[in-house]
């Protein structure tokens, strides 16, 4: 992302915010008429300076949440109550939403999760408590009179992020703007001021003290912002990871069994940066378009990320001088599973990305086409919803610098999509169910509902699975045979 010199940006500001004049200056208008400051501040800001649209109007004041509410609810078709003891109010005008804060410093005790918030009485003590120089921006209303005490507009035209205070006195304030830091060096491109990263470095413990939820919030607007290897590079470099992502940086001692990387982690980055590529629209040969997974993609981008986690703790030193990481795909959705639920992500999350972290492997059974039907279904079964992101994870993962050898895997991989749309078409693999229901089956072996008709449906989906259609008769010949096998036929 380019950045124009510092005239253009405000003359591109004035041009973005244009739309949201009438509202900026009706509200300038009424809080000055009841005796009170408000400006647009930080976010907004910053967006219209970079000529990029923004849904959020912030707003603050030194009205408190008590005198923001009627002047707003005067105004409003609703308010709600955003967070009174931090000084927001919510309001919705037709479309229009705007948050009313009150000027404030929040800073956390040495052991606390939660800041403490004070309030304050002016403009400039506001904004020198933000996160960084270009998010302490503002204009005044209701004449959009700019304000930038800490040099964020000079920041923004260099592409740097500094903090508007000392880096250690910010952090220390709020740890988590350590995190805010790689988070915007993904979604910006911005450089990371040296000072900043030298107290990120320094007190990258410190973000102990912040909840497992805010943390997870950062990361997840991190990996989804366009860059995202620098953001997760600055955690790595800094300490921070070892904190909050610890998988992470311990791949950089592993290297991987094609010898052709520097080592696993930057593997695991490249292949982040390989799956979102694929993201979005996308053909096969001889096949034409396929279901594409629609960016930015959460569960693909952690998959992606984390697929390789478990090779530290697999690594052997084989006798012929490799090294080899047996079973590592099972070692590592482990390891996802329970890093995601130390921070606190859903459930469906958390089992979908260990699912694929699973998966990620099974392909290269697969050689060069050598599997049976059979096997492609049961990949296609295993993988369920997940199918698509499968595919993309996997072609991820190849990032060989032998042309060939990539253009080779990828033939292959196109060669298995294409039999899997063919087996999809004949068969619906997506609907796959045994051949006899589980009334059927009860009624064949004379058994109630329970854990034993549930082996019973499992052995005729894996017939299913195996043979294809066979059809009611022969799939009750062949329940009837493993029936036969069981000691509860006996004990019946």
Not at 226 to 247: F, I, K, M, S, Y
């Amino acid at each position: 992302m380019s950045v124009p010199p510092v005239v253009e940006l405000l003359q591109q500001a004035t041009r973005q915010l244009a739309p949201h004049l009438p509202v900026l200056t009706e509200l300038g208008e009424r809080f000055g008429a009841a005796g009170h400051e408000i400006a647009l501040v930080g976010g907004p800001v910053r967006d219209a300076l970079l000529g990029r649209d923004s849904s959020d109007l912030d707003l603050t004041t030194d009205a408190r949440p008590e005198q923001i509410e009627p002047i707003l609810a005067d105004w409003a078709d609703t308010t709600w109550d955003v967070g009174r003891d931090f000084g927001t109010i919510g309001a919705r005008r037709r479309d229009v939403v705007v948050e009313v804060t009150t000027y404030r410093a929040d800073a956390y005790a040495a052991d606390s999760r939660k800041p403490v918030v004070a309030f304050g009485d002016n403009l400039d003590e506001d904004l020198v408590r933000r996160d960084f120089t270009i998010n302490a921006m503002a204009m005044r209303l209701p004449d959009l009179t700019f304000v930038d005490p800490h040099g964020g507009l000079a920041d923004l035209a260099a592409r740097r992020l500094m903090t508007p205070s000392a880096p250690e006195i910010s952090f220390s304030d709020d740890p988590l703007r350590m995190l805010r830091a790689a988070r915007f060096a993904a979604q910006l491109g911005f450089e990371v001021a040296e000072p900043v990263r030298a107290a990120m470095t320094a007190m990258a413990e410190r973000i102990e003290i912040v909840s497992a939820e805010r943390v997870r919030d950062e990361l997840v607007k991190l990996l989804l912002a366009p860059q995202p290897r620098d953001g997760l590079t600055l955690l790595v470099d800094t300490g921070l990871a070892e904190q909050v992502l610890p998988e992470l940086p311990a791949l950089r001692l592993e290297v991987d069994e094609h010898h052709r990387h520097k080592d696993v982690y930057q593997h695991s980055l490249t292949v982040l940066e390989q799956a979102m590529a694929l993201e979005g629209p996308r053909t096969v040969p001889d096949l034409g378009e396929v279901e594409p997974v629609h960016g930015p993609d959460l569960v693909l981008r952690l998959a992606a990320l984390l697929h390789d986690i478990g090779k530290p703790a697999t690594r052997r030193f084989e006798k012929n001088g490799g090294v080899s990481f047996h079973h590592h795909e099972m070692v590592g959705a482990k390891l996802t599973r329970a890093r995601l639920r130390a921070l606190r992500f859903d459930k469906e999350t958390i089992k979908a990305v260990s699912r694929l972290v699973e998966l990620h492997l099974r392909f290269h059974g697969y050689g060069g086409g050598e599997w049976t039907d059979s096997a492609v279904r049961r990949y296609v079964t295993d993988a369920g919803p997940l199918l698509s992101r499968l595919h993309l994870l996997t072609r991820s993962d190849s990032t060989t610098r032998n042309r060939k050898k990539a253009e080779r895997l990828a033939r292959t991989y196109d060669d298995l999509e294409r039999r899997i749309a063919e087996l999809v078409a004949a068969e619906e693999l997506g609907k796959v169910r045994p051949e006899l229901d589980g009334n059927q089956i009860g009624e064949v072996l004379g058994i109630p509902p329970g854990p034993v008709l549930g082996r019973a449906y499992k052995h005729l989906l894996q017939v299913r699975l195996d043979e294809g259609p066979i059809g009611e008769a022969a799939a009750r010949e062949r329940l009837l045979e493993w029936w036969a096998q069981q000691p509860e036929s006996s004990a019946g």
